[in-house]
């Protein structure tokens, strides 16, 4: 089956300094990823779009120049979040989009910790 | 509130059938999906269905959709100790952006 891995999986960080979150398709293309946003017991809150080769979209109310996000190749989409609060902590969850768009698959998981 | 609602809990007998149900509201939702999510874990794409049908099986899990009432639901039979985890609904647009429920915290008992 399609495997999304992601890296670290998690990481702990003082506040000011920024933090690169690294999502893969290890076994197919993903010409679109998406990165959600997971708070403790709540569901997912999708933060943008990112579609290989172009500028990602980001849904209202997520600050692009707080969450610049990269999709360089098929298989290669990274989050950087930048100057991380303690507010920022979450679990950062990726995920991949095959040829077939009926079929998201999702990664791992990163625990992000702004101390 | 959300598109996408579910009850929060629900515990179940190892052996039996456990049923999670789902509502949603917009009408042109073209799929829906059922993930499953373990303690830290990412989320397991377990199903989904095509809004125009009405039922889908897959091994123990059985999905039932009613499109009138946009009522949605996951039965697994046979409920064993490692389908213990959070099951999330969603459904998805013309554009397939995912829009979760909160999630159903499943606890199998022994």
């Known amino acids: 089956g399609a495997v999304v891995s992601q890296h670290p999986s998690w990481v702990i960080c003082k506040s000011g300094t920024s933090v690169k979150i690294e999502c893969r398709s290890l076994?197919?293309?993903?010409?679109?990823m998406f990165w959600y946003r997971q708070f403790p017991k709540q569901s997912l809150m999708l933060m943008a779009t990112?579609?290989?080769?172009?500028?990602?979209?980001?849904e209202q109310g997520v600050e692009k120049d707080k969450f610049l996000i990269n999709h360089a190749s098929l298989t290669l989409s990274t989050l950087t979040v930048t100057s991380a609060h303690p507010e920022d902590s979450s679990f950062y969850i990726c995920?991949?989009?095959?040829?077939?768009?009926?079929?998201?698959?999702f990664g791992p998981g990163t625990r992000l910790t702004v101390t | 509130g959300e598109d996408v609602e579910q009850s929060l809990f629900l515990s179940v007998r190892e052996g039996d059938s456990s049923v999670i149900n789902c509502t949603y509201t917009?009408?042109?939702?073209?799929?829906l999906y059922w993930y499953k999510q373990e303690p830290g874990a990412g989320l397991q794409l377990l199903t989904y269905?095509?809004?125009?049908?009405d039922m889908k099986q897959d091994q123990r899990l059985t999905v039932l959709l009613n499109k009138k009432d946009k009522h949605l639901s996951l039965r697994i039979a046979d409920t064993q100790t490692g389908d213990s985890a959070i099951y999330f609904c969603?459904?998805?647009?013309?554009?397939?952006?995912?829009?979760f429920g909160a999630g159903t915290t499943v606890t199998v008992r022994a």
């Open positions: 990112s579609n290989e080769g172009s500028k990602a979209t980001y």
């Open positions: 995920s991949a989009r095959s040829a077939d768009p009926l079929e998201q698959y």
């Open positions: 076994d197919f293309q993903a010409t679109t």
């Open positions: 917009d009408s042109s939702s073209t799929y």
């Open positions: 969603a459904e998805a647009r013309n554009d397939y952006k995912l829009s």
């Open positions: 269905i095509f809004s125009n049908m």
